[in-house]
């Protein structure tokens, strides 16, 4: 992962305008109605999507596939794409003939919205009724799928349903904390204790990178820690404007300036990249790491030599997170109600089980169905987050090109080359200017 949330959620400034040129035929363009028969004897159901065959939800994908198939009598036409194919072309193959009936995309306003906005996916209110899917999500998890009438997510209209989730926690060296004599903390109080015992016994507990998005991940979960919903709304969903100057973005850089005063994070940090971090924590060189659950598969398969654990942020309701992407169904699909019913099958419980026994995070598994116990700890977490309605999004969401300011003015800041209150007026600047057209 070389970005704050997995897969950023904007487009480039190329393909945004490509499909701003599109915008009015894709408007005008009726499509098909989606009127059919599930009953698809001799129908062919076009999908898309960029997860790999051996990947979680490729496993689940393909099973449902196979259960779609025999339950329908349709064939399924599954065209493999990458993430960057998917990106780059949808805006312009959705406005034509040839246009999948269902397909992956990523979440969020320049992404999903951006392709709601314009009217190149459909309003499936009417199939998450009938379907009953709202009622298998938690309200956090239908943020991104919903949008208003300019894209922003956290709208009334349904544009995609999500299958499974992410999110950021805190990964554990369980071995190093026994031999240290510690225990995994359950406040930010007992955290901190902690960070200095291995401070005091010359290690650097936090293993973190400032030249990509980690260190903007802890910069945000110490805002969340100080922030409650509202203040998520203010900053991701545009409800009223974000004090840049207060309590919670305040408290995240100077938090995150004395956790290098203090030694918690090396000084070097502004230089170490993403996949530098995740190998100190995997080869037990730093005995804490807080990241997001894409690396729990990495970590079971690589970081053997000690037992090891990942829990919620400690003394925060909120955490980083978020669904995964989205199945949309374009407005020129020739088959939506056969869409509908795909989607629906990704949605079982057996399907589900699929995703959450090989390292992925379902929504809307049965627990008695995860049989791996490294999958039922990370499930039961990110429940107890969704039990909360915690998952508050990344930091870089709000605006298209903000992840790059982030990371530059964090470095800024850990550096010592500015103080707090610069980062922070530096940032609201660019998330200012970033915003303008959505609120």
Known sequence: MARITGRTRALTAAVILTAAALSISACSSSGDTGTGSTDGAGQTLKLWHYEGADSAMGKAWAEAIDVFEKETGAKVEFEEKSFEQIQKTASQVLDTDAAPDVMEFNKGNATAGFLASTGLISDISDAVAKYGWADKLAPSLQTTAKYTDKGVMGGDTWYGVPNYGEFVGVYYN??????????????????????????????????????????????YQLALSHGDRDWVNDYQLYKNPVDWQGAETTYASDTLKDYVAKGYIAKDVSSIKAEDAGVSFINGTSPIFVSGSWWYGRFTEQATGFDWTMQAFPGSKLSLGSSGNLWVVPENAKNKDLAYTFIDITMRPEIQAIIGNNGGLPVAADPKDITDPKSQELISVFNGVLDQDGLSFYPDWPAPGFYDVIVQQLQGLVTGTQDAATTNANLGKAYDEGTADYR
């Open 174 to 219: 369980k071995d190093a904390f026994a031999a240290a004599g510690l225990e995994i903390p359950t406040t930010y109080d007992e955290f901190v204790k902690v960070l200095d015992a291995f401070v005091a016994k010359g290690v650097t507990p936090l293993a973190e990178a400032g030249a990509e998005y980690p260190l903007g991940q802890l910069w």
